[in-house]
């Protein structure tokens, strides 16, 4: 069996086996799951490696392409066979976790953030950040600081964590100060500037450099 395959065609199609059984694929302007996950190693061996994109770039994705939260619902239960496989991994629960709070399944999704935060070393930043990060985002400011605080003392430059450290211990400062907790809203206020003031990447950090 024989068949004309041009050259353009070839330069796009990273497996030539395909052929001659196969036609040319088709191809789409749909993102697909690798437009949300970069996934470094396969979803259900080996160490899994997944980098979620950031809150934005999702944005924009399913801006510009509505129908896509289908995907990211698909990239759901390939994290939950991941997690079927290998019980202990614990990135599949970070990325299964990341996955449903992209839907706003903000309770469920902080079940499988708190699993993450058990199966992994306790050095890492990254587990109790994204649970903290969770937190900011469902208005739980006295849950998310420790947990920030511990994501920072970790890696003292997370960009993300610092800024939403600030702005969590703001909003209990607030959320005190309404309640009559002066002195201790105060002293959270005072944290927050802090951190601002010695930002590793912020002017005065750069300066120190």
């Known amino acids: 069996m024989t068949k004309s395959v041009s050259a353009a065609a070839l330069a796009q199609e990273k497996k030539w086996t395909r052929f001659p059984v196969s036609d040319v694929r088709a191809r789409s302007t749909e993102p697909t799951i690798s437009d949300y996950f970069k996934i470094k190693r396969g979803i259900a061996t080996g160490d899994n490696g997944y980098f979620i994109l950031s809150a934005e770039e999702i944005e924009n994705l399913i801006l510009a392409h509505p129908a896509s939260l289908g995907h990211v619902r698909l990239a759901e239960s390939y994290f939950r066979f991941a997690i079927s496989q290998r ?11 990341a996955a449903l709070a992209m839907q706003g399944r903000y309770d469920e999704a902080e079940d499988f953030l708190r699993t993450y935060l058990r199966l992994s070393p306790p050095g890492k930043p990254e587990p109790p950040a994204r649970l903290g990060l969770l937190h900011v985002d469902q208005g739980r400011y006295a849950e998310a600081i420790p947990l920030l605080r511990r994501a920072l003392a970790l890696d003292p430059r997370f960009p993300l964590v610092r800024k939403d450290l600030v702005q969590a211990l703001r909003k209990r400062a607030a959320e005190l100060e309404a309640r009559g907790g002066r002195q201790e809203a105060a002293a959270l206020v005072r944290e927050a ?17």
């Open 87 to 97: 019980p202990r991994q614990p990135d599949a629960y970070h990325n299964l976790g």
């Open 193 to 209: 500037a802090d951190l601002v003031v010695h930002d590793p990447g912020g002017p005065a950090g750069r300066q120190d450099r």
